[in-house]
């Protein structure tokens, strides 16, 4: 005698961390992310997530310690000491729920040069032409 009833399996749910990120204006920045079964704190390995910034979108696979990676590059018209943001989603399955967060990109002013050269020379340090800033 065999009884049927019906079984419900509930998806587990999930958490994606955006990283926050320094990058330059012009240049290619690495975004990442981590993907965790949060009911068991274990890394979710395999799966597509889709990173977002300034409308480009990329898709990345988590490795074994369910962290993505996408490289995006800044576009030069981006104004410096500007802070971006970039969303990470997960669109879930039949065993994990979606997720997504939101991580920033926060772009240097600008870069001083190197004053050692000058310094060893034993002549002043030079004054940054971009800020009232002495350069150590």
Do not use: W
């Not at 065993?95 to 240097?108: E, F, I, N, P, Y």
Request: hydrophobic share 35%; proline share 6%.
């Amino acid at each position: 005698r065999y009884v049927r009833t019906a079984l419900k399996v509930e998806a587990f749910p999930t958490a994606v961390s955006a990283t926050n990120v320094r990058g330059r204006v012009g240049a290619p920045v690495i975004l990442q992310a981590q993907l965790r079964n949060s009911a068991r704190n274990r890394s979710l390995a395999g799966q597509t997530v889709v990173f977002t910034m300034g409308g480009r979108t990329v898709n990345a696979q988590t490795d074994r310690r369910g962290i993505a990676t996408a490289r995006f590059s800044v576009p030069a018209q981006t104004q410096r000491g500007a802070t971006m943001s970039y969303e990470v989603r997960y669109a879930g399955n039949a065993q994990h729920l979606a997720a997504d967060s939101t991580g920033t990109v926060r772009l240097k002013t600008h870069l001083h040069p190197s004053p050692k050269n000058q310094q060893q020379r034993g002549l002043r340090p030079p004054r940054c032409f971009l800020c009232p800033k002495t350069i150590f």
